[in-house]
C-alpha cells in the first residue's frame, strides 16, 4: 500500500470520526427531532473545510461520519442512507463550485469572502435543508410532508456550522507556520474568562451590551491575527452556547426560547463575519502596501533592486569591507549590441534579452552580492568580501566571458556583451557616489577600447 492510498485512508477515518463526534456534541447542546438543530452543527463547517482542503477523497468520510450519526440517533436505515448521500452530494458541489468560481481556500480576500458566504447561504444549505428534509420525511412518513420550520431550523444550523467551523480550519491550516502555541492558548484561555465573567460573573442580560464588550475585542485581535481573531470568535460562540445547554448566561433570559437562540445565532455570526472582513481587509491593505514598496524599490521586468536601493547597497558594501578589511566592487555593466537588439527584432525580444542576462549573471553571486538594474540596459554589480584583486579578475572575467556568450531567444540568434567598469572600495575612495561615478568613467573606457572587457577606475 502507498503512502498516499495510506493517509487518504487516515484522512477519511479522521473526517468520520471527527463527523460523528463533533455532530454528537452539536445534538446534546440543541437538537429538534433528533436530527435538526438550528443552533451551529459543526460537521458541516469540518466537512466543508476537509473537502477543500483534501478534495474529492475525504467525501468517504462525511458519507460514513454521517451514516453513523443518523444511525446513533434512531433514525432507520433508509434515511440514515439517503441523508448521508445528501450531505456527500453536499459537500461534492461545494468543491466544484469553489473551484470553478476559483475561491482562494486561505480567505486572503473580501472576495473570497463574500463568495463563501454567497455559496453556503444560497446553494449548499438551501440544497441541504430542501433534500435532507425530503429524506427525512419521506422515509419516516412513506410521504412528502416538509415543514417550513424544519426546512428554516436545518438551513440556520448547518449555516451556522459552515460559516463558524470552515473560516477558522482554513485560516488555521493555511497559516499553520505562523502559529504559536502559548498565544495560541492564550487567546483561548482569554476569551474563555471574558465571556464567563460577562455571561454569568456581571450576568449581563442585553445582547447589544454584551456585543459591546466581545466585538472590539475580536475585531481588533483580527488586525493583527486573523487566525488568533478567528479562534476567539469560535470560543466565544461554543462558550456561549455551552452557557445556554446549562440555561444559563445571557442568553436563556427571554421567555421564548426560540428567540433567545436566534440571538445567540446573531451574536455568533456577528463575531465571524465581522473578524473575516475586517481582519482581511487590513491583510489586504498590508499587500498593497508592501507591492506598492515592491513596485518602488524592484525592477517590474527583472525583479531585481532598482536605482532607488542603489545608495543602501553600496553603503552595505562600504560597512563589509569596514567590518572584514576586505575589498569591496562597485561594478557599472553596460550592453555592447544591446540596441541593435532592440531597433532589430523589438522591445519584446530585448525584454528577455534582460532577463536571459540576468539568469547568467545570478550564479556568480554570493550571498552577499547584489545585482541592481539601473534602467535600459545598465546594471550595476556589487561584490562583496573579496580575498584579493586577483581573484577579483578571476570572477569577472567569468562574468564577461558569461555574458559574452551568444544566445538564443525566440529562435533569433543574439550576440551582447559586457562593457564593465569596477571602482574598489576603499582603494577609489569611501564616498558613495564618488565609487558610483569612477565606477561609470571606467565603464565608458570599457566602450573606448573595444568593449566586451572590464576595466578598473584609475
Not at 466543508?48 to 440517533?73: D, E, K, S, T
Not at 463574500?114 to 441541504?128: C, D, G, K, N, T
Not at 469560535?234 to 426560540?258: D, R, W
Not at 561615478?437 to 576595466?455: I, L, P, T, W
Amino acid at each position: 500500500m502507498s503512502k498516499s492510498l495510506q493517509k487518504d485512508i487516515f484522512r477519511v477515518l479522521l473526517m468520520t470520526l471527527t463527523y460523528y463526534l463533533t455532530g454528537q456534541l452539536s445534538f446534546t447542546i440543541f437538537s429538534q427531532d433528533n436530527i435538526i438543530t438550528m443552533t451551529p452543527f459543526a460537521p458541516e463547517g469540518f466537512a466543508l473545510a476537509g473537502v477543500l482542503i483534501y478534495g474529492v477523497r475525504i467525501l468517504p468520510g462525511i458519507f460514513f461520519g454521517q451514516l453513523i450519526l443518523a444511525l446513533y440517533n434512531g433514525l432507520g436505515v433508509d434515511t440514515s442512507l439517503a441523508i448521508s448521500v445528501v450531505n456527500t452530494l453536499e459537500a461534492f458541489i461545494a468543491y466544484r463550485l469553489f473551484t470553478w468560481l476559483k475561491v482562494d481556500h486561505t480567505l486572503s480576500h473580501n472576495k473570497d469572502i463574500l463568495l463563501l458566504l454567497a455559496i453556503v447561504l444560497f446553494v449548499l444549505q438551501p440544497f441541504s435543508a430542501l433534500f435532507g428534509n425530503m429524506s427525512l420525511s419521506y422515509f419516516q412518513n412513506g410521504a412528502l410532508n416538509l415543514s417550513a420550520e424544519n426546512l428554516f431550523f436545518w438551513w440556520l444550523g448547518n449555516v451556522m456550522g459552515q460559516l463558524l467551523f470552515a473560516p477558522m480550519i482554513l485560516i488555521l491550516y493555511h497559516n499553520k507556520k505562523t502559529i504559536h502555541i502559548p498565544y495560541l492558548l492564550g487567546v483561548f484561555l482569554f476569551f474563555i474568562v471574558l465571556n464567563y465573567l460577562l455571561q454569568i460573573t456581571f450576568g449581563i442580560e442585553n445582547v447589544s451590551l454584551l456585543l459591546m464588550f466581545t466585538l472590539p475585542t475580536t475585531i481588533y485581535l483580527s488586525i493583527f491575527n486573523l487566525s488568533y481573531a478567528s479562534v476567539s470568535s469560535v470560543i466565544l460562540a461554543s462558550f456561549s452556547l455551552y452557557f445556554t445547554h446549562l440555561n444559563i448566561g445571557t442568553f436563556t433570559k427571554e421567555n421564548n426560547p426560540i428567540d433567545n437562540i436566534i440571538d445567540l445565532n446573531f451574536f455568533m455570526l456577528s463575531h465571524i463575519l465581522l473578524v473575516l472582513i475586517i481582519g482581511v481587509l487590513f491583510r489586504e491593505k498590508e499587500e498593497a502596501i508592501q507591492q506598492l514598496e515592491s513596485m518602488a524599490h524592484y525592477d517590474h521586468l527583472t525583479g531585481l533592486p532598482n536605482r532607488h536601493l542603489l545608495h543602501p547597497e553600496i553603503h552595505n558594501a562600504i560597512y563589509l569591507s569596514d567590518q572584514s578589511k576586505k575589498i569591496s566592487a562597485i561594478c557599472f555593466i553596460d550592453l555592447d549590441g544591446f540596441k541593435g537588439v532592440n531597433d532589430t527584432l523589438g522591445h519584446h525580444i530585448g525584454d528577455l534579452v534582460l532577463k536571459e542576462t540576468v539568469k547568467r549573471v545570478e550564479p556568480f553571486l554570493k550571498e552577499e552580492d547584489t545585482l541592481l538594474r539601473l534602467g535600459g540596459d545598465e546594471f550595476l554589480l556589487i561584490l562583496n568580501l573579496i580575498d584579493s584583486k586577483e581573484a577579483l579578475i578571476q570572477h569577472l572575467e567569468a562574468v564577461r566571458v558569461a555574458g559574452a556568450t551568444p544566445m538564443e531567444i525566440e529562435g533569433n540568434p543574439i550576440q551582447v556583451s559586457f562593457s564593465m567598469g569596477v571602482a574598489l572600495y576603499p582603494q577609489e575612495g569611501k564616498e558613495i557616489d564618488a565609487l558610483i561615478e569612477a565606477s561609470d568613467k571606467a565603464m565608458y573606457q570599457a566602450k573606448a577600447q573595444g568593449k566586451n572587457r572590464f576595466v578598473f577606475a584609475s
